[in-house]
Structures are given as structure tokens and as C-alpha cells.
């Protein structure tokens, strides 16, 4: 009843930028928190950056001060701009939103992922 889906991953060179989006659609009362996740090849999943409803953000330490999460309510959209990247930022990229779908509990949704390749 509700879908994320990624977008905007590929093959850039390290030092480059790439920003990912993430729309969210369906059943949608409304959307808290939106994050980034990533999971990388012979690692775990770590929480790339949080965007609450009002606009309130968090980074983690290995993409602090380069990248940039942003929302547009009206579109249900998440966005990740990465900059200075760097072959470690290669992984699955995942979007996950904290949705209500009417006077019911929020419930967590997860995308299908989209590849970053950081590579010369």
C-alpha cells in the first residue's frame, strides 16, 4: 500500500557528486522521519542521515560535512546529495520512511535499494 522507490544511484568517479531521490506513494496520511540507509560489500548497514518532518537533520560520521538530506513534502520525496565521494561510499543505498496511512500506527517502509559505485 505503500512504496518507496530510489533513484538517481550509478558509477561516478571518486571526488564526484550524485544525489539519490526517494518518492514515496500509496496509502500516505502522512510521512515522519525519512532516512538513508547503505550497505556496502563486508560491512554493515549503516544510517547514512535522518530528515524529520520539519526539517531537523542528522549525518552519520562517514558522510558528515559532504552530503546533504533534504525533503519536499508536497512530493513525498527524500533526497541524499553526495559530495567528495569516495570508493568506501560504494554500497546499496535504501531509503526508509516512518508512514501513517490514516489514524493507525506508524509503520516502517524500506525501498528497493539503489547501487552507488564510486570507482575511476
Known amino acids: 500500500q505503500v512504496q518507496l522507490v530510489e533513484s538517481g544511484g550509478g558509477l561516478v568517479q571518486p571526488g564526484g557528486s550524485l544525489r539519490l531521490s526517494c518518492a514515496a506513494s500509496g496509502s500516505i496520511f502522512s510521512i515522519n522521519a525519512m532516512r538513508w540507509f547503505r550497505q556496502a560489500p563486508g560491512k554493515q548497514r549503516e544510517l547514512v542521515a535522518v530528515i524529520t518532518s520539519g526539517g531537523s537533520t542528522y549525518y552519520g560520521d562517514p558522510v558528515k560535512g559532504r552530503s546533504t538530506i533534504s525533503r519536499d513534502n508536497a512530493k513525498n520525496t527524500v533526497y541524499l546529495r553526495m559530495n567528495s565521494l569516495k570508493p568506501e561510499d560504494t554500497a546499496i543505498y535504501y531509503c526508509?520512511?516512518?508512514?501513517?496511512?490514516?489514524?493507525?500506527?506508524?509503520?516502517?517502509?524500506w525501498g528497493q535499494g539503489t547501487q552507488v559505485t564510486v570507482s575511476s
Open positions: 526508509n520512511a516512518d508512514v501513517t496511512s490514516g489514524l493507525g500506527p506508524v509503520k516502517d517502509y
